[in-house]
């Protein structure tokens, strides 16, 4: 199997997540990836005050930049989330975000004071500016060490969440996704590759090549396969249905080419997958009384 791309693909429930998250902690919060640009942004997403003076007044944004670079290769590093001070005197906090047990992006939140912090003494500048800097610094929201432990927290079980929805996916596997849910809705129907490709926006050959690069199988493999799933859980909750009855049922238009098929993929004829099942509902009920 070819490597999946590293690029994300976020739904719209994390921007929801993210601004709740955003707006509890009056701090900005956004969803970068794995290259560093970001995706999704809490709606807190405004520098704050004293963030702009450092940056239009004193050191420029380059630093923090490259700062946060280095500290999402040290949240990789360490597999976990991190918290640092950066060069202007404020916190903020990175956590690597999985998808697949690959880290795919990040989220991070920030800018914030911890209690007891000292402020930043910035030398040889203005009075005027100094005096402005003191008060957009009283002005960051400021934590105890024990509330950030929490907040901390609070953010894992956030990402641990994305990861366990799947709101968070790569590329290539939101397109699985996305054809999978288009067959398992239609596998009784009659459809054909051109009529997905067309639904889904995407092209029959970019289709065809990434099921092939990527799963090894077909678009008539996978529908073969959902159709097959289909006829066992009819004969699981019904074991007298017939052959004919659950080939025409799951979407086969020929009752023999069915039973090809279902003996050369579940490697039994069909007729044998039907005694087992009814079988399996005696044994039930004998059980139950």
Same mark, same amino acid.
């Given at each position: 199997m070819s490597s999946m791309p590293m690029e994300l693909f976020l739904s719209d429930e994390v921007q929801t997540l993210l601004d709740d998250f955003a707006s509890l902690l009056d701090v900005r919060v956004t969803f970068y990836s794995l290259?560093?640009?970001?995706?999704?942004?809490?709606?807190a997403m405004h520098n704050c005050a004293y963030c702009s003076l450092v940056h239009d007044k004193l050191s420029g944004f380059d630093k923090c930049v490259s700062m946060d670079c280095n500290k999402q290769h040290e949240a990789v590093e360490k597999d976990q989330i991190i918290n640092y001070c950066c060069?202007?005197?404020? @916190?903020?906090?990175?956590?690597?975000?999985?998808?697949?047990?690959?880290?795919?992006?990040?989220?991070?939140f920030g800018q914030f004071r911890i209690d007891g912090d000292r402020e930043p003494d910035w030398e040889k500048i203005?009075?005027?500016?100094?005096? +402005?800097? @003191? +008060?957009?610094?009283?002005?960051?929201?400021?934590?105890?060490?024990?509330?950030? +432990?929490?907040?901390?927290?609070?953010?894992?079980?956030?990402?641990?969440?994305i990861a366990v929805r799947e709101l968070a996916v790569l590329q290539g596997d939101r397109l699985r996704n996305e054809i999978d849910m288009y067959i398992e809705k239609h596998a009784s129907e009659d459809i054909r590759l051109p009529d997905m490709a067309k639904k889904l926006g995407r092209s029959v050959s970019t289709i065809s090549q990434f099921l092939r690069n990527n799963y090894q199988?077909?678009?008539?493999g996978l529908l073969l396969d959902a159709r097959l799933r289909i006829a066992e859980k009819m004969w699981r909750d019904d074991p007298g249905a017939t052959v004919a009855e659950v080939?025409?049922?799951?979407?086969?238009?020929d009752q023999f080419y069915f039973s090809r098929v279902f003996s050369r993929r579940r490697g039994m004829p069909p007729g044998k997958f039907r005694s087992q099942m009814?079988?399996?509902?005696?044994?039930?009920?004998?059980?139950?009384d």
């Open positions: 290259a560093g640009e970001p995706l999704r942004r809490g709606k060069h202007a005197g404020l @916190h903020e906090c990175i956590a690597p975000v999985k998808v697949r047990n690959r880290v795919a992006g990040f989220v991070m203005p009075a005027k500016l100094r005096a +402005q800097l @003191h +008060q957009a610094y009283l002005e960051l929201p400021c934590f105890t060490a024990e509330k950030l +432990q929490a907040v901390l927290g609070v953010l894992k079980t956030l990402i641990d969440y199988t077909s678009f008539k080939a025409f049922a799951s979407g086969f238009c009814r079988r399996a509902g005696e044994f039930s009920i004998e059980s139950e």
